[in-house]
């Protein structure tokens, strides 16, 4: 029997959405959503991958990023 997820667990999930690649492939971007109890929202930021380096790192911490361009 499958167990169910607790609410607590499931506040610890990140989601990833709206990966692209750059235009020279060396990059992609995505945006990394985590649900907020409290607020009954969730936070999104921008994330950048670096293929070349293989390093991922935060580009924004406002918690407001929903979509972006390259």
């Given at each position: 029997?499958?167990?169910?997820?607790?609410?607590?667990?499931?506040?610890?999930?990140?989601f990833?959405s709206?990966?692209?690649f750059?235009?020279?492939?060396?990059?992609?971007a995505?945006?990394?959503?985590?649900?907020?109890?409290?607020?009954?929202d969730?936070?999104?930021d921008?994330?950048?991958?670096?293929?070349?380096?293989?390093?991922?790192?935060q580009?924004?911490?406002?918690?407001?990023?929903?979509?972006?361009?390259?």
């Open positions: 029997m499958k167990k169910k997820i607790e609410i607590e667990t499931f506040l610890t999930f990140r990833v709206n990966p692209r750059s235009k020279d492939g060396t990059m992609a995505f945006v990394v959503s985590q649900a907020r109890r409290e607020e009954n969730y936070t999104s921008l994330w950048l991958y670096e293929v070349a380096s293989e390093r991922v790192r580009l924004t911490n406002r918690g407001d990023v929903k979509n972006y361009t390259w």
